[in-house]
């Protein structure tokens, strides 16, 4: 069932309450959740709220609400926390491959928009940035394993999209506020819309791309201001020699987010320079201190891992393996599924392996399976 935009007028008990669209004042929901009673209500009201993303599937019956205790009084309104175990990874990839797709076709339509000179529909945007960060709750291994498999058709769908995960999965990592994380998805989703309109834009220097799509942006006039600051810095460098020439602090947290994950994007797809997730990894490494943050590359790093899931790897016996779960407390040695004997040349029987619980296993180094006439996509 679709998100619905909603008054908060109009807002009943029991409503899950995804994110805030439209408001006055500093109302902060740090969560997704429900809204329990019309107290709650009452308090978003007094607090400035106007409208609100809300997912029907979740409506709770009157009973639930009923039961509930009364809630707390502070100065800024918090909903109940969806507070969700990791999911099995067999568990979330049907789930994830749904928020993928819905993702791919949603930054369809935002790309037909721009090319027409129409507004985007900021609720398809909104719905998908939402499904996305969902996701990457659960299990954000699934998403980022199924991004690195994806058929590359439309690289410029493909690239947002792509950001789109990689910096969700990077919200949730440094635990920023849900409204926040979902707001930095969206301007993933839309940081390049203005490549759109004009095919040489594609290879043009960074600012007249910005340019580009600041301008596409201006048509819809309920775009957080966020969303436009943090797209029009995500190519400015530290040191001041991005677009725009702004140096050090004055460069938000959320473009320079979006700025590492962009060039992290572009320098392993495979429509670019497709460089190995480690080779990446080294060279943005060389652009710290003077250029990127390295305690926020070094947290994105950490977040995606050496290996990210979806890449297939050489062990030093020869096998070939599946990345499928990063582990974050030692990034070198992920859950993998070997498949196939590269000495050999003949598959092996498919086993998951954890290469932190073994001595035998280490990983060699990164492998393009077209080498070896494999698809990756056959070894899920």
């Known amino acids: 069932m679709a ?35 019309q107290q709650a209500i009452g308090q978003l009201q007094a607090k400035g709220v106007l409208t609100v993303l809300v997912d029907p599937a979740r ?31 067999a568990d979330e990839w049907p789930r994830a491959e749904k928020a993928l797709l819905q993702s791919q076709r949603v930054q369809q339509l935002v790309l037909e928009a721009t090319r027409s000179q129409q507004p985007i529909d900021l609720m398809l945007v909104h719905e998908v940035s939402a499904g996305l960060s969902d996701s990457v709750s659960r299990n954000q291994d699934v998403l980022l394993c199924l991004t690195r498999i994806a058929e590359q058709s439309d690289s410029l769908l493909q690239h947002s999209v792509n950001c789109a995960v990689y910096i969700a999965a990077f919200a949730k990592f440094i635990n920023l506020p849900s409204d926040r994380c979902k ?4 301007a993933a989703l839309l940081h390049d819309v203005g490549k759109a309109l004009k095919p040489e834009l594609l290879n043009q220097p960074d600012a007249a791309a910005i340019s580009a799509s600041l301008a596409a942006l201006q048509r819809n006039k309920d775009l957080a201001g966020q969303v436009s600051l943090w797209i029009s810095q995500h190519c400015a460098l530290l040191d001041g020699s991005g677009s725009p020439p702004i140096k ?17 994007e572009k320098l392993t797809n495979p429509a670019n320079s497709n460089q ?99 698809d990756v996509r056959n070894y899920l």
């Open 3 to 37: 998100y619905q935009k909603v008054s908060v007028t109009e807002l009943q008990p029991g409503s899950y309450v995804v994110e805030v669209l439209e408001q006055r004042g500093g109302i902060i929901v740090k969560h997704a959740g429900w809204v329990r009673s």
């Open 59 to 89: 409506f709770l019956s009157g009973e639930d609400t009923s039961e509930a205790p009364a809630p707390e009084k502070t100065t800024t309104v918090t909903a109940e926390p969806d507070t969700t175990a990791r999911h099995l990874f």
């Open 183 to 186: 707001t930095l998805i969206t």
């Open 248 to 264: 050090g602090n004055q460069i938000a947290k959320g473009s320079q987010m979006l700025g590492i994950v962009n060039q992290y």
């Open 276 to 374: 190995s997730p480690l080779a990446a990894s080294r060279h943005l490494l060389s652009l710290t201190p003077m250029q990127l943050d390295p305690e926020l590359l070094q947290l994105f790093i950490k977040c995606i891992g050496v290996y990210p899931p979806g890449t297939v790897v050489k062990l030093t016996t020869g096998k070939l393996a599946l990345v499928l779960e990063n582990n974050p407390k030692k990034p070198t040695l992920p859950k993998v599924k070997l498949f196939y004997h590269s000495v050999h040349q003949h598959h092996i029987t498919p086993k998951v392996m954890d290469l932190s619980r073994q001595q035998e296993e280490h990983i060699e180094g990164c492998v393009d399976l077209k080498k070896y006439g494999l």
